[in-house]
């Protein structure tokens, strides 16, 4: 059985410090782009590359924190949100992350002692998030971060994504199918049957909005 062809002239080029979003609905590619960036599916023809180098284990582990749309954590696994990080942080050959400290700036120590079965949608992401920047990325990719979280946790997490952004010049690729969260002043990409149709958040948007409708 052939395969097929899901994703095709893809030219993309992500500053680094940028906020980007990738904006498609179900089916546009968006996953497999992700998994092409992190070097988990390997493209038939061109490359990915991180500050200029091949995206190798080697280099995503250490330069790319990812938080995918549906994470392998269990959370009715019987561990507190400070343990996940403590965990996390075990798994390193490095790391002199203090897990208090680090998810006070996560605004995620009011609950470092809660199971993550009593946590909210919009603590247990702030908690993924966390887990992700104990490697001390450079790059954040989040998939669809914002799904199931209602309008008050939607803020919350975008000022911390901007506070990353601004602040720390993190570069920041959120992979989302809300066009309601990005501002115009955001940069955008839009995916539609595996091609990148235009770079334009202004016009992508009303394109987005008219397809859907």
Avoid at 47 to 64: A, C, D, Y
Avoid at 166 to 193: F, Q, Y
Wanted: proline content about 4%; aromatic content about 6%.
């Amino acid at each position: 059985m052939g395969s097929s062809e899901i994703l095709r002239n893809i030219s993309l080029e992500i500053p680094k410090g940028e906020l980007l979003y990738i904006l498609g609905s179900n089916g546009s590619g968006k996953t497999t782009l992700i998994k092409t960036i992190l070097g988990i599916i390997k493209p038939d023809s061109g490359n990915v590359s991180i500050f200029g180098k091949p995206n190798t284990q080697e280099q995503v582990s250490r330069h790319i924190g990812y938080v995918p749309q549906y994470s392998s954590m269990e959370r009715d696994f019987p561990i507190s949100v400070e343990e996940v990080i403590e965990l996390e942080c075990s798994t390193l050959d490095h790391c002199n992350i203090n897990a208090h400290e680090h998810l006070k700036y996560f605004n995620a120590e009011s609950f470092k002692n809660d199971r993550l079965s009593e946590l909210s949608g919009g603590e247990f992401q702030k908690v993924l998030i966390a887990r992700a920047f104990v490697s001390n990325p450079k790059i954040l990719i989040l998939d669809e971060p914002f799904n199931n979280l209602d309008k008050l946790a939607q803020q919350e997490l975008l000022t911390l994504i901007d506070k990353l952004h601004n602040e720390d010049g993190m570069t920041v690729l959120i992979i989302t199918h809300d066009p309601n969260i990005i501002k115009k002043s955001d940069r955008a990409v839009l995916l539609e049957d595996g091609q990148l149709i235009t770079d334009k958040a202004e016009v992508l948007l009303k394109e987005y909005l008219h397809h859907e409708s």
